[in-house]
């Protein structure tokens, strides 16, 4: 075997190098133009081409993993189902798809969770494991989201009281599934923005889908919604494991913002 010879380095070294140049990501992202919360499907594909098109993004996980409800499949198996036009997107950002009927899909999860990390980051995303966000910034006259306070997953886990640190934002999107967790703080905490959430209904998934890209998109002034926080927010049914509408759904809102913040 070949004899390997490994740089060495001084343990100081290592924490100083990890300290600079965290802080220099942080520096940049505490002023960003979207933030986006949950490294699920949505959020993932809208901030793709969010950062195609020139935009600081920055993603907010309170897990240390993305890629959300992909990775349980349908009941922990591997597998999930892709329709058509969704998978325009994932041929764009390299994916095998096994097309079992016309305009059906069937997707390796492990694959669909990385190459769509993947392309996210090398659009120019900033994706941060183990940071929750737990409320919102606001401005008024007008009315608006401006941003989003966070804290690290870990000591809210522990149960210390710790204030955040604030991050400003043109557009807030909350991709945070089922629970629709941002706005849910933001319709409790400011009632003027008159945000209703009546609650996801049971599965259709026939409609569903569609439903659910139609309808994501702006909540309220710098607060937009996509994937299952869409399904949350205005009353649709969930559809399981197809993941079409979430890929869909987060082009359609990197769309909608974009609009708005140029």
Do not use: C
Not at 109 to 125: N, P, Q, S
Not at 141 to 150: H, I, K, S
Not at 159 to 173: E, I, M, N, T
């Amino acid at each position: 075997m070949q004899e390997v010879k490994i740089k060495q380095i001084d343990e100081k070294k290592i924490s100083q190098y990890i300290i600079k140049y965290t802080m220099e990501d942080w520096m940049n992202i505490v002023d960003s133009d979207v933030v986006i919360v949950g490294a699920g499907p949505s959020g993932m594909t809208a901030g793709y081409y969010l950062a195609k098109a020139g935009k600081r993004v920055v993603v907010f996980e309170r897990r240390l993993s993305f890629g959300g409800g992909i990775g349980g499949g349908a009941m922990n198996f591997h597998k999930v189902v892709i329709e058509s036009p969704a998978e325009e997107i994932l041929k764009e950002i390299g994916v095998r798809m096994t097309e079992v009927e016309s305009g059906v899909f069937i997707v390796d999860t492990a694959e669909f969770m990385a190459k769509l990390g993947a392309a996210a980051v090398d659009a120019g995303v900033k994706i941060l494991h183990g940071v929750t966000v737990d409320d919102v910034i606001f401005r008024e006259d007008p009315l608006r989201v401006a941003g989003v306070a966070v804290e690290w997953t870990s000591t809210q886990m522990s149960g210390l009281h710790v204030d955040p640190l604030f991050v400003s934002a043109k557009a807030v999107l909350d991709a945070t599934g089922h629970d629709a967790e941002i706005i849910s703080v933001a319709s409790r905490k400011l009632p003027e923005l008159n945000v209703q959430i009546p609650g996801e209904k049971s599965a259709y998934s026939e409609i569903a889908e569609e439903l659910v890209v139609v309808n994501s998109g702006k909540v309220a002034e710098g607060l937009y919604s996509s994937g299952m926080a869409t399904a949350e927010v205005r009353g649709l049914p969930r559809m399981g494991p197809i993941f079409g509408a979430m890929l869909l759904s987060g082009r359609k809102v990197a769309e909608d913002i974009l609009r708005d913040i140029r």
